[in-house]
T-cell receptor
């Protein structure tokens, strides 16, 4: 069973509010990812990190930021939420290495609704 | 163009039917995953393949590296198999995902 946790699971917030989605993993994985998934659509990479103090933007990173101060923690922040941010946000992690790095583990997801 | 293409997008089957979901990819890969996502739930990896075939219970996954194609088979389908099945590949340090196949198994 994967040890990767996301909070909150469900959230409804007003337009313009700042929100941080939390993601923590206890597997010691160096690589962590944030994906956005609309219902029935594919996953889109928002941000990723290959280790502490390393963060990169994905295909869909506008209006959000991440930080990686500790290996186990990879929070995603929306500075000013908009209705277009309504979606499911999935956090994932993967170990380093050619073979081990093939595995990927997902959190349960955070469902965000912006009204 | 998406690096990973799946078919069909939607699939409805009667309980007990044999089901096949297909995945084609266009990048070099080190591994391919078949993932399962239940409504409102997270994503779990059913299989990770780099060659050949794997079987787990009623689920079978195959991959043909030369043809860049994989299939997921479900034998004797059951309503609890109803979920979205996603094909994902690892290429370099990134993962690429198909759009998913939404499977509904009717009792």
């Amino acid at each position: 069973e994967a040890d990767i946790y996301q909070t909150p699971r469900y959230l409804v917030i007003g337009t313009g509010k700042k929100i941080t989605l939390e993601c923590s993993q206890t597997m010691g994985h160096d690589k962590m990812y944030w994906y956005q998934q609309d219902p029935g659509m594919e996953l889109h990479l928002i941000h990723y990190s290959y280790g502490v103090n390393s963060t990169e933007k994905g295909d869909l990173s506008s209006e959000s930021t991440v930080s990686r101060i500790r290996t186990e923690h990879f929070p995603l922040t929306l500075e000013s939420a908009r209705p277009s941010h309504t979606s499911q946000y999935l956090c994932a992690s993967s170990p380093t290495g050619d073979s081990a790095g093939n595995t990927i583990y997902f959190g349960e997801g955070s469902w965000l609704t912006v009204v | 163009k998406n690096e990973v293409e799946q078919s069909p997008q939607n699939l409805t089957a009667q309980e007990g039917e044999f089901i096949t979901i297909n995945c084609s990819y266009s990048v070099g890969i080190s591994a391919l995953h078949w993932l399962q996502q239940h409504p409102g739930g997270g994503i779990v990896s059913l299989f990770m393949l780099s060659s050949g075939k794997k079987k787990h219970g009623r689920l079978i996954a195959t991959i043909n590296i030369q043809e860049k194609h994989s299939s997921l088979h479900i034998t004797a389908s059951h309503p609890r198999d109803s979920a979205v099945y996603i094909c994902a590949v690892r290429s370099g340090n990134q993962f690429y995902f198909g759009t998913g196949t939404s499977l509904t198994v009717i009792p």
